[in-house]
């Protein structure tokens, strides 16, 4: 209790401003009491406002009150100074619930500071200081307040556990080493943790590196979504364009059909109209007749009626009779529109597959895993052809352009830019993207296998135009014995078994670009990892006089 009351004294005595014991303690009029220099300096800072205020009570003093030291206050500080009496530990140092508390302290326990792994106690900063000034504690291990202390020690024999069983991979005491434990592999508690701490540091680098591949694959996937969202956008763009040229195309079909109709219904009702007004005249002619033709009739006197029968006797030539026949008028072009719109409805239906099918199959994101079998390949293979205006005069296309043939004569193939000039080679008709697989079936000497960008060089040196021997084509080379591949003027030799049919399996989104040898089992020869920018086309490419390779019709 004394204790407590000289921490309540001290507390009495601390100025409220710098939290210290008093320091030349003065007391103002409200009976608060403070260092003369925090006050003085505290009434400084109000001295544009000419009002004076007590820190703690708020009241205020005009005019500034004259500040005289407090000489008893100053005694009992100067006392307790003497003493060597410190203030009491703030709350804060105490142990709350959650904390680790010391193990020495009695009464309202402290924090604990650190934890001994020998003595297995927690100690406060002041009940620590034995281990840092005895020799015998500074051996001891100190850590982190714990609260598992007492999981270091063995519940059989209550000893602590300095050893590690690694036959049953529990730690262990040194009378379990010789007991249960005899004739297991025990090492050190501290050689075992050395071993893990070693594999715990590769382990901490394998995720480190997975921690950066993810965080670029992170990048790699934004970008992605944002090439998404560019790319989905303009598609609707360009589509909402398109179809409103298709609309407005249709009105202006629909609005030329209008017009056509309205102006052959004013040429025929002009025509009929026409017609209709020299009926009426005819009709009041023939009238007039007929009522001088009555009055003739009448007349008695036999010379009159002879004299002027002659001039009323004679009809003027008559208009044209109508024919009676089936009217349809305009029914035929309600038809034609009709089957105009039956056949539109027909493309839409069948192109309209197409465009869906499109849709459906973008793929950005995830690239999907390499097929492993044939029947896997097969799933991506769909028919190519040859384009016939990129063939070289040497080479003879047949089987439908899928199969190529070098001959010594020439063919009589019409001039086109697209024609290779310099080399035997040709191109596919059929643009290549997304997902493809096909097969090569070559015989002779020797042929080169290739996928190519359409704006590779026709003519010129082997470096412009022939295959991979620039940055626009991939090829693998084939013959008898061996296989070569080369890109960009850089050959590498491919060993493999030698087949006369060579797979190709391109996923173009993902760059990848792979040949295998095709016999009963698939045999990768070369796999390319790049980024392709344009569609891609096949090609082949001949050295020898009557080589022929075809694509194969796999479905």
């Given at each position: ?5 000289v ?40 001295k ?5 205020s ?7 003093f ?7 030291k ?65 020799v ?6 100190l ?7 007492q ?12 050893m ?33 701490q ?7 680098q394998?995720?480190?590196?997975r921690?950066?591949?993810?965080v670029?694959?992170?990048k790699?996937?934004q970008?992605e ?8 956008d303009k598609?609707v763009?360009?589509s ?8 407005r195309?249709?009105q202006?079909?629909?609005s ?33 007749k007929?009522?001088?033709?009555k ?12 004299h ?8 003027s030539e ?37 465009v869906?099918l499109?849709?459906t ?11 492993k079998t044939r029947a ?7 028919e ?15 089987e ?16 086109h830019?697209?024609?290779?000039t ?37 003519a010129?040196?082997?470096k ?8 626009k ?7 008898n ?13 491919v060993?493999g ?5 060579v797979?190709?399996y ?9 040949f ?9 020869l ?10 891609l ?5 001949f050295f020898?006089f ?10």
């Amino acid at each position: 209790m004394a204790e407590k009351e000289v921490q309540l004294d001290q507390e009495t005595i601390s100025c409220s401003i710098c939290l210290d014991l008093l320091k030349d303690p003065v007391t103002i009029p409200c009976g608060h009491s403070y260092c003369m220099n925090c006050i003085k300096t505290h009434w400084d800072q109000e001295k544009e406002k000419e009002i004076h205020s007590c820190p703690q009570c708020r009241q205020t003093f005009t005019p500034r009150p004259v500040l005289v030291k407090n000489t008893m206050f100053a005694a009992l500080v100067e006392e307790l100074k003497k003493t060597g009496l410190q203030a009491a530990p703030a709350d804060h140092c105490y142990a709350g619930p959650e904390d680790v508390s010391c193990d020495v302290c009695t009464g309202r326990k402290l924090k604990a500071f650190k934890s001994c792994l020998v003595c297995l106690a927690s100690y406060c900063e002041k009940h620590l200081q034995p281990h840092y000034d005895v020799v015998q504690l500074k051996k001891h291990k100190l850590v982190d307040p714990s609260r598992k202390l007492q999981e270091n020690i063995c519940s059989r024999h209550d000893e602590v556990m300095k050893m590690f069983c690694r036959t049953d991979q529990q730690c262990i005491c040194y009378l379990c080493s010789v007991e249960e434990h005899k004739g297991h592999d025990t090492v050190s508690a501290a050689a075992e943790r050395t071993e893990r701490q070693r594999e715990l540091e590769v382990s901490r680098q394998n995720i480190q590196q997975r921690i950066l591949d993810r965080v670029k694959d992170v990048k790699v996937f934004q970008r992605e979504v944002e090439a998404i969202s560019r790319s989905a956008d303009k598609a609707v763009e360009d589509s909402e364009k398109i179809f409103t040229e298709m609309i407005r195309l249709i009105q202006k079909r629909s609005s030329d059909v209008k017009q056509q109709v309205r102006s052959q219904q004013e040429t025929v009702a002009t025509r009929v109209k026409e017609l209709q007004e020299k009926m009426e005249q005819e009709i009041t002619e023939l009238k007039r007749k007929d009522a001088e033709m009555k009055k003739l009739s009448h007349t008695e006197d036999h010379t009159q009626f002879l004299h002027n029968y002659p001039s009323l006797s004679a009809l003027s030539e008559s208009t044209s009779s109508i024919n009676i026949r089936p009217l349809r008028y305009f029914e035929d072009v309600t038809a034609a529109v009709s089957e105009l719109r039956d056949k539109l409805q027909d493309v839409l239906r069948e192109k309209w597959t197409n465009v869906s099918l499109t849709v459906t199959e973008v793929d950005v994101l995830l690239p999907q895993p390499e097929p492993k079998t044939r029947a896997d390949f097969l799933r991506y293979s769909g028919e190519i052809t040859l384009d016939p205006n990129t063939a070289h005069t040497q080479l003879l296309l047949s089987e439908g352009n899928r199969k190529a043939t070098v001959m010594s004569k020439q063919q009589t193939y019409s001039s086109h830019p697209d024609r290779f000039t310099k080399f035997c080679q040709v191109l596919s008709r059929e643009s290549l993207t997304g997902r493809c697989y096909w097969e090569v079936e070559w015989r002779g000497e020797g042929v080169c296998i290739a996928v190519a960008y359409k704006n590779i060089i026709r003519a010129g040196s082997q470096k412009n135009c022939g295959f991979g021997f620039n940055d626009k084509s991939w090829a693998l080379s084939c013959n008898n014995n061996s296989y070569t591949f080369c890109y960009n003027n850089v050959q590498t030799p491919v060993s493999g078994p030698p087949s006369s049919r060579v797979g190709v399996y391109l996923d173009h989104s993902a760059g990848i670009l792979s040949f295998y040898s095709v016999s009963k089992t698939m045999t990768l020869l070369h796999r390319v990892q790049t980024t392709f920018t344009q569609p891609l086309y096949a090609g082949l490419c001949f050295f020898f006089f009557v080589d022929t390779a075809e694509f194969c019709k796999l479905k």
